[in-house]
């Protein structure tokens, strides 16, 4: 079996707009902590490992900060390219893990898809290959919900199933 390099995050946990008094702020911190997250990803050894970055990001796809994330924007360091497991397998899908109608979380608030699987797929020999994505705790179990936020679960190729070239 593969080794995979595997990273878990929480960035600044005040979404944009649901802390109305300074939601901007918000926003640029959360970026500076993906910038530097990426950074040492990138400078760091193992390199040649598959990637996944999981994590609770405490903002949706489209927020300004996630979009070099999710392939919206350039990426915070093109040395790390690494794609949304959502996306890649539910691309019509919102998979919102921040959802209004768990109990949990307060009311009021948007739904939102806050927490990623992020998985680094540029390997040849297709190890990293999202194989399937969803979401974990969308029912109560006897009558209880787990927490405030769904989980992701990601499946991800870890053997090679292609030749390596050369």
């Known amino acids: 079996m593969e080794t995979i390099r ?22 640029v911190l959360r970026r500076e902590q993906l910038h530097h997250l990426i950074t040492w990803l990138a400078d760091t050894e193992g390199e040649d490992l598959p990637m996944a970055l999981v994590g609770d990001f405490n903002a ?27 996306e890649c397998i539910n691309p019509q899908d919102p998979g919102y893990t921040w959802d209004r109608s768990n109990p949990n979380r307060p009311s009021g608030e948007a739904s939102y898809r806050i927490d990623y699987v992020f ?32 989980g992701v679960v990601t499946e991800i190729q870890a053997t090679p199933t292609l030749a390596p070239p050369g």
């Open 6 to 27: 595997l990273a878990t995050f929480n960035l600044w946990w005040r979404l944009g707009d649901a802390d109305r008094r300074q939601p901007a702020i918000t926003s």
């Open 60 to 86: 949706g796809p489209d927020f300004d900060e996630m979009r070099p994330l999710t392939n919206r924007a350039a990426p915070y360091d093109p040395r790390l390219a690494l794609v949304d497991s959502w």
């Open 119 to 150: 998985v680094g797929q540029d390997r040849a020999d297709d190890v990293g290959r999202v194989r399937s994505s969803e979401r974990l705790g969308t029912h109560p179990v006897e009558g209880v919900v787990a927490s405030d936020h769904l």
